[in-house]
């Protein structure tokens, strides 16, 4: 099952009306940074190197 144009219109469409247009741009903001965390995590890929354990 495959989304078209119209079925994608129509999501935009509900979202706007649920969330508002002031909103709208936050909630992408906040969904574009929650994919790339996730995407980096399934990847491996740190911005931090592994810390080393130091023995006392």
């Given at each position: 099952m495959r989304l078209?144009?119209?079925e994608l219109l129509i999501i935009f469409a509900?979202?706007?009306l649920i969330v508002g247009a002031r909103r709208l741009p936050d909630i992408g903001?906040?969904?574009g940074r929650s994919i790339r965390e996730?995407?980096?995590g399934m990847r491996g890929d740190?911005?931090?190197p592994p810390q080393k354990k130091?023995?006392?």
């Amino acid at each position: 099952m495959r989304l078209g144009l119209p079925e994608l219109l129509i999501i935009f469409a509900i979202i706007l009306l649920i969330v508002g247009a002031r909103r709208l741009p936050d909630i992408g903001r906040a969904l574009g940074r929650s994919i790339r965390e996730f995407q980096r995590g399934m990847r491996g890929d740190d911005d931090e190197p592994p810390q080393k354990k130091e023995h006392p």
